[in-house]
């Protein structure tokens, strides 16, 4: 039995992603509705969740798979990106782009930020559009111009240089702010002379440690055994290996306790 379906201008060609699907092409739906919102560019589809997708593939089967007048624009081939403006793999949650694709580079295009991979993806950024951009990472080796540090600088990105180790090697913030008090001064004088020297860093990082493992909840014995590998501990590595041991010796304790699920679940669930 049909239905009348009304077609979305933000709907994709449905014929051509039943043909992908049904085809033997080996692409599930959930693969086929990612292509789709890479081919767009976030442009005509934002707002277009995987499950109005499916709901929305539902009702056109529901009603006889009609053929449908094609998008506004069209997004080309299920099967490759278009060529015109291929999405970048940039994935921004919350503001913040976290890249570590070795060999990226930020450059200005047409007046455009343009984040580009070695693969020849490409992903643009326009001044004074509504993008979700606050933070860029980049955690890899990258080219980055001065027109780009400028561009960010102007549109009050932060821009973030990192190992993937997670230590920063530079920042280039919208809004440089700090304590220009005597005291303010002299306690990051402290902060940059604890940094350059390495026992000094180890005493700090071995208290800070300390203190997290006193309020642990630990057994004493496990207490006992991680203070003893931490005093041993000669540099901030040496610190942090103390804290894993602490924080094994901590879901330890909850080995083999009873989980209760609301419905049903597997046996191997029920068990920490």
């Given at each position: 039995m049909s239905r009348d379906f009304a077609f979305d201008a933000r709907d994709p060609a449905w014929p051509e992603i039943e043909a992908a699907y049904s085809g033997g092409a080996g692409k599930s739906l959930t693969k086929l509705f990612l292509l789709y919102r890479m081919?767009?560019?976030?442009g005509p589809v934002r707002g277009y969740s995987r499950a109005h997708f499916m709901r929305r593939r539902l009702?056109?089967?529901a009603a006889g798979k009609p053929d449908l007048p094609p998008p506004r624009e069209p997004l080309g081939s299920l099967s490759r990106p278009s060529p015109r403006a291929p999405l970048?793999?940039?994935?921004i949650t919350g503001g913040l782009a976290y890249i570590d694709h070795p060999g990226v580079a930020l450059q200005i295009r047409s007046g455009a930020l343009a984040l580009r991979f070695k693969d020849g993806g490409e992903r643009l950024f326009r001044p004074g559009e509504k993008h979700p951009l606050q933070t860029i990472i980049v955690a890899a080796s990258a080219s980055i111009t001065s027109d780009a540090i400028a561009w960010l600088a102007r549109e009050r990105i932060a821009l973030l240089l990192s190992t993937h180790s997670g230590e920063f090697l530079s920042m280039f913030a919208m809004d440089p702010v700090c304590d220009a008090s005597v005291r303010g001064l002299d306690n990051r004088l402290k902060q940059f002379s604890a940094v350059l020297d390495k026992r000094k860093s180890a005493a700090i990082a071995k208290a800070i440690v300390a203190r997290k493992i006193a309020t642990s909840g630990?057994?004493?014995?496990?207490?006992?055994?991680v203070l003893a590998k931490l005093a041993s501990a000669k540099t901030t590595e040496g610190a942090r290996l103390a804290e894993a041991?602490?924080?094994s010796y901590f879901y330890?304790?909850?080995?083999?306790?009873?989980?209760?699920?609301?419905g049903g679940?597997?046996?191997h669930w029920r068990a920490f």
């Open positions: 081919k767009a560019d976030a009702a056109w089967i970048a793999p940039v994935q630990l057994r004493d014995s496990d207490v006992k055994a041991q602490a924080a330890e304790q909850f080995r083999g306790l009873e989980l209760r699920f609301k679940a597997p046996d």
